[in-house]
């Protein structure tokens, strides 16, 4: 096995304090080979130097909203924060903020949970994360560029972070983080050549935030990018962990509470 | 991070994107990216040739190799709709390399890689033992990697890069049954969707000598899949066989 050119290549990033905002935990129904339990997903992660995480649950996403979240309250470790699945319907939302999320992920898809985003379905749910400044998880694959837009203009303080943009959407969201001061993506497949390099040059390190995919993507991929950047050590500190913690942060102090 | 290998990079274009903002994608800039990861040379195709027009692609092709001979590779790209072109760009750009490295792009030519108009660079390339790498996508009806072992058994001369290997988790496992068919098919690891798992497995199934390092470049980010390959549980000779080793055999070798 390899001595030479293992996981010591990237070993620089272990002083990054890397925090990935794009991770699941649990069984999938669909990725089963690549699934990983909460132990599974810590070991992974020490391989490349992640040193926390923000997981949601393969439960509340493909099955039942309630029952990911209690698996998700389960399989909690130290070293992760969950993203709550999040419903609009009413006695959901009092179960949610009784769990003081620090995020939530949305998966909204007709065969996931089935609503609409818009405020007309959804707006005391937005309502809710929005005085809260709880980070707000959207799938690229769940959200239409016309309906973010309306998303944000109609809850512009909603921290929104974009997850898994792909790296061929540039014409639309640069646009948009021009617009939307609360707006993020995640860098998990942000990969085009020297995109990372261009993003910062052109919008700063502020609104990427580093992100895996795991257990579906190595990490290498992610890490690669972001050690091979000819970015400013501090740039790539913030995208590696120091931007997330800010908007964690943000999230704690909204409601001057210890949350989790 | 940089390679320890120099690396022997079998996927590459030059050119602009039609559908997002190609970064320093000139030549002087991929040079500088390929320096800080150790890429030495990189196999490149027109991407002007991938879309629409493949004379003046292959010309700048021609004009690129005359500037930076040592570095880059050059592939003849094809496009079988024109009656007649493909055959003619290959005799026409067939000092590019030999044996002669030849694209495909049925996604982009809506075309299926098994329809009558690519028989001519199937027959050539296999007299030739040319090195073709063709664009393959999950279950795509024009270059599905299902659709490959057939024509690699027709043509055994042609050494045949699977491009992308298919892309998605069923796509690679696509290219991997087909492979696993065809002495003469290999896995191109470029892509933009870096699999868990996907090269371990690869290895273990076909390995290690049936698949090569492609970045994409400059479309791609090419630490992305150096990083996947560096850090992937597979001995490091097998890394230094993807990495390099490989794609120096078939582009040295007659077939």
């Known amino acids: 096995m390899s001595q030479l050119i293992g996981e010591a290549l990237l070993q620089e990033a272990a002083e990054w304090n890397l925090f990935d905002v794009n991770a699941r935990v649990g069984p999938s129904g669909i990725y089963g080979g690549l699934s990983l339990d909460a132990d599974g997903l810590l070991a992974e992660m020490d391989r490349f130097w992640i040193r926390d995480a923000v997981v949601s649950h393969w439960t509340g996403e493909e099955y039942d909203a309630t029952e990911g979240n209690v698996a998700l309250e389960r399989d909690l470790r130290p070293r992760l924060t969950a993203a709550w699945a999040a419903l609009q319907e009413p006695g959901f939302l009092d179960g949610l903020a009784a769990r003081r999320p620090l995020a939530v992920r949305l998966t909204p898809g007709a065969n996931q949970h089935n609503f609409s985003l818009a405020g007309w379905c959804a707006g005391p749910l937005y309502e809710y994360l929005e005085e809260h400044s709880v980070i707000t998880l959207i799938g690229r694959v769940d959200i239409d560029w016309d309906r973010l837009v309306a998303l944000m203009e109609n809850f512009p303080r909603l921290v929104v972070v974009l997850l898994d943009c792909g790296y061929r959407a540039d014409r639309f969201l640069f646009p948009l983080l021009d617009r939307f001061p609360h707006l993020y993506l995640d860098g998990a497949t942000y990969l085009a050549h020297r995109q990372l390099e261009a993003f910062v040059d052109q919008r700063g390190p502020e609104r990427i935030l580093f992100g895996t995919r795991l257990p579906l993507y190595t990490p290498a991929a992610a890490l690669g990018v972001l050690a091979s950047a000819r970015i400013s050590d501090g740039a790539r500190r913030a995208i590696a962990g120091g931007n997330l913690r800010r908007l964690l942060a943000g999230c704690r102090n909204a409601s001057g509470e210890v949350k989790g | ?255």
């Not at chain 2, 190799?65 to 709709?81: C, Q």
């Not at chain 2, 560096?230 to 582009?251: C, M, P, W, Y």
Request: glycine share 8%; proline share 7%.
């Open chain 2, 1 to 255: 991070m940089r390679s320890p290998v120099g690396v022997l990079d079998c996927h590459g274009h030059l050119g602009t994107h039609v559908d997002f903002p190609a970064y320093k994608s000139d030549a002087e800039s991929m040079l500088a990216v390929m320096d800080l990861l150790n890429i030495e040379r990189l196999a490149v195709t027109s991407t002007l040739a991938c879309y629409n027009d493949c004379p003046r692609g292959n010309a700048e092709i021609d004009g690129l190799l005359k500037r930076y001979p040592d570095r880059f590779l050059g592939y003849i790209t094809v496009n079988p709709n024109p009656p007649g072109q493909a055959l003619q760009e290959l005799e026409r750009w067939a000092h590019f390399h030999r044996p002669p490295l030849i694209k495909l792009h049925p996604g982009l030519h809506h075309y299926p890689v098994t329809g009558p108009h690519y028989r001519p660079v199937w027959d050539y390339a296999n007299s030739t033992h040319a090195i073709v790498l063709v664009h393959t996508w999950d279950s795509d009806p024009n270059c599905g990697p299902l659709l490959f072992p057939a024509i690699a058994r027709e043509h055994p001369g042609a050494r045949i890069l699977l491009g992308h290997s298919g892309v998605t988790w069923r796509g690679y496992h696509q290219a991997m049954e087909a492979a696993g068919q065809a002495p003469n098919l290999y896995l191109d690891l470029s892509g933009s969707q870096r699999h868990r798992l996907i090269l371990e497995l690869g290895v273990e199934r076909l390995g290690a000598e049936r698949i090569l390092f492609g970045s994409d470049l400059p479309y791609l980010e090419a630490s992305m899949t150096m990083a996947h390959v560096l850090t992937s549980r597979i001995t490091d000779e097998a890394k230094v066989q993807i990495l390099r080793g490989n794609f120096l055999q078939l582009i040295t070798e007659a077939g």
